[in-house]
């Protein structure tokens, strides 16, 4: 597993890479898996009512999430949208609901993100056991499987690429001169 470690210097994020467990996600993410039908990707998203599958992306802050490292190889997901918790609704059953809420440190909103390999993560909930997934565009968590669509792909939007980009194209220049 790869550790990724974004140190902001100046107007330049640097990235390092060691082969440790766990990982940093910088800046707004996208977070899509393989829908069920196999011929097409699923984004995460809050539509206003809950959290659920789009398969026609739009680009838009409903569709962003921030993974933040809680300590101990926990994250929350926080919607860029709304500034709400991603929690699993645990009722006991075999598959759970996933919905937001406001911030109350409970494990219920604390994920661990296992680096599958290939770009490719596992998202388990701390609290039920569960996994992330979304199945005919619904979101929710169930048993740990090999099924595709509990397989995440993390994706940072394009303006915390640009600024990647813009931190390497700085260290290569500062190479250059010095």
Do not use: H
Request: aromatic letters at 8%.
């Amino acid at each position: 597993m790869k550790c990724i470690t974004a140190v902001l210097v100046g107007l330049f994020v640097v990235v390092f890479t060691a082969g440790v467990a766990g990982a940093a996600f910088v800046g707004p993410q996208t977070l899509s898996v393989e829908s069920d039908n196999e011929d097409e990707d699923v984004l995460l998203e809050w539509d206003g009512s809950e959290v659920a599958g789009d398969a026609s992306p739009e680009g838009t802050t409903s569709e962003q999430w921030t993974l933040t490292d809680t300590g101990g190889g926990e994250y929350t997901i926080v919607n860029v949208s709304t500034g709400q918790y991603l929690e699993d609704a645990d009722d006991g059953g075999l598959g759970n609901d996933v919905f937001l809420a406001a911030a109350d440190g409970s494990d219920a909103q604390k994920w661990t993100i296992t680096d599958d390999g290939g770009g490719i993560y596992t998202i388990n909930n701390v609290a039920s056991g569960k996994n992330l997934e979304i199945y005919e565009k619904n979101a929710g968590t169930y048993n740990p499987n090999t099924k595709a669509w509990q397989n995440w792909q993390i994706v940072p939007e394009p303006a915390t690429m640009v600024l990647l980009g813009l931190g390497g194209a700085g260290l290569l220049l500062r190479r250059r001169r010095g």
